[in-house]
């Protein structure tokens, strides 16, 4: 379904439809009486701070003049990004052991670990030591490395990184 909305996928619904109320001077309070809601729910959805049900959506929607169920579409985009954003918080190597010394030039809050891993195990694997190097080999494994450092075996100080555990 194809919609002027569509460009506002990954935001909270409650903050378009502020937006949309405010554009079009409509007052939230008699808005939400109109639609039978409480006007503490309709402000506390405006602000982001409550989830979107598809009863209220569908009376947002015809009350606005939308196609019915565009607000719910995007709250489901909305709860998808912030599942995807906190998977990608739990998406990253031991920062325990791959310390922020290694990247000093970048902001290491802001390391996409997952999209940047060639710059990453790059980084590593240039000047990272031995512990470094086996969580890189952990968190990426063995064929990422290989493809990004072009060698079939890393060695450090003996340690055979790539294929068996140290010995």
Known sequence: ?????????????????????????????????????????????????????PEVSIKIDKALG?????????????????????LNVQQHPDTNIIGRSLFWDTDYDK???????KAVIRRIFERGDEAQKREALRFYGKDKVREVTGKPTIKDNQLRVLGHAAR
Do not use: C
């Open 1 to 53: 379904m194809e919609s002027h909305l569509d460009k506002y996928n990954g935001i909270h619904p409650g903050l378009i439809l502020e937006r949309e109320l405010k554009r079009r001077k409509i007052k939230k309070g008699p808005f939400a009486m109109s639609l039978e809601i409480y006007p503490q729910t309709l402000n506390e959805i405006t602000k982001g701070r409550r989830l979107l049900n």
């Open 66 to 86: 939308w196609q019915e169920g565009s607000l719910f579409l995007l709250q489901a985009h909305y709860e998808i990004n912030a599942a995807q954003a906190k």
């Open 111 to 117: 390391i996409d670990w997952v999209k940047k891993y």
